[in-house]
């Protein structure tokens, strides 16, 4: 059974329609991640979910259980906001017991979870602190700790370390994740950082305009994109207008302009028009015209990343291109204005239908 599972959920705020029709299920001790442009629908979701918003439409189940009509103290929902929302005048240990107090506990009940959920988060010796006197992740820690404590094992984050700066940030990630782990807490997390979905969850999933676009692992949303939308908007994507000349049982040949790529996609007909989408760094850029199965073009901007050199081509077909060439494998000799060949595996070529509303509104995020 899953820990969460919605059902056709609808919210609506006047003209705007923020949540539509969202069915998801969350497994146990699972790590799912939502990310989606501003203004998709996430917080309204998260928000929903903990009992805070009422929906319009459908349901939330905790663990089989029906979440209408009950109020958010008794959903057993821990719950972690961007902001830092700890009591200033209690200490660590107050706050991280605070939640077992209100809900009548003794403080000897509670006692050996609260100095646990201390000690996993490496801030036993900080007990008697107050929240001013830790860093801002280790406060954040703290708020974890202290939705842990009333013993929900079904975690809701809201952009937890979204104020932090950026190697906190990737800590805490990794040590909140462990945590978690170590726990077997079920955890659905919003966050703006898609390196921070893509490394701690289980699954991750893409709303856009109040809906549910696609879900799936990190991997298979990355390398295996089932929408444009997904494509373009975790990561990046160079897409472009082709048509499909040849079809084969081991893919298909499509043009692009005057060039031909090999695909591995075998359920488009010859003559059909297709969107093509390939990573930057699914490439790789030599120099020089080469043959089949390549497009070529002219580097018109370089420019050096650290771990990569980013290339822009324009292909011959007029569309510009970005092409990554990781600086571990060596640098190339490629100036501004060659003329270079970009090789691309053929499994690694997306083919998607055009967008019925044209490529270029397709990939506008907002
Ligand atoms: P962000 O990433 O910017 O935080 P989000 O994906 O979390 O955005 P929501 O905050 O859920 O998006 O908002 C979804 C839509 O609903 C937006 O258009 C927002 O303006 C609108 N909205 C959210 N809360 C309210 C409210 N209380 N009253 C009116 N409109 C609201």
Do not use: W
Not at 49 to 75: N, S, T, Y
Not at 194 to 220: N, T, Y
Not at 265 to 280: H, L, M, N, Q, Y
């Amino acid at each position: 059974m899953p820990d969460l599972r919605i059902v056709n959920l609808a919210k609506r705020f006047g003209p705007i329609m923020a949540l539509e029709d969202i069915n998801l299920d969350v497994h146990d001790k699972e790590y799912v991640s939502i990310i989606g442009p501003s203004g998709c629908g996430k917080s309204t979701l998260i928000k929903c979910i903990a009992g805070i918003i009422d929906p319009d439409e459908g349901e939330v189940f905790v663990d089989g259980k029906l979440m209408r009509h009950i109020p958010i103290q008794h959903r057993r929902i821990g719950y972690v906001f961007q902001e830092v929302t700890l009591f200033p005048h209690m200490r660590i240990i107050e706050n991280v017991s605070y939640g077992p107090r209100v809900q009548g506990e003794k403080p000897q009940d509670s006692k050996v979870l609260v100095t646990e959920l201390l000690n996993l988060i490496k801030l036993a010796d900080r007990a008697d602190s107050f929240p001013s006197e830790l860093s801002g992740g280790a406060q954040q820690k703290v708020a974890v700790s202290r939705a842990l404590a009333s013993g929900s094992t079904l975690l809701l984050f809201d952009e937890p370390f979204g104020a932090l700066d950026a190697k906190v940030r990737t800590e805490l990630r990794y040590e909140i994740k462990k945590m978690i782990n170590d726990l077997g807490l079920t955890v659905l997390h919003v966050t703006h950082d898609q390196e921070e979905a893509m490394s701690i969850s289980d699954k991750i999933v893409i709303m856009k305009g109040g809906r549910i676009v696609e879900e799936g692992s990190p991997l298979e949303l990355y390398m295996r994109p089932k929408m444009i939308f997904t494509a373009n908007f975790l990561g990046e994507a160079n897409f472009l207008k082709a048509k499909v000349t040849r079809q084969s049982d081991t893919g298909s040949v499509v043009k692009v302009g005057d060039m031909f790529l090999q695909t591995s996609d075998r359920t488009r007909k010859a003559g059909e028009e297709v969107v093509i989408a390939i990573r930057p760094e699914f490439m790789s850029i030599a120099p020089g015209f080469k043959g089949e199965d390549t497009l070529v073009g002219k580097v018109v901007g370089t420019r050096f990343m650290g771990d990569m050199i980013r290339y822009e081509v324009e292909i011959v077909s007029g569309e510009i291109m970005f092409v990554e060439h990781p600086i571990c494998f060596g640098e190339l000799d490629i100036q501004l204005e060659d003329e270079v060949a970009l090789k691309i595996p053929k499994h690694l070529v997306a083919v998607y239908s055009p967008p019925e509303r044209g490529l270029e509104k397709e990939l506008q995020l907002e």
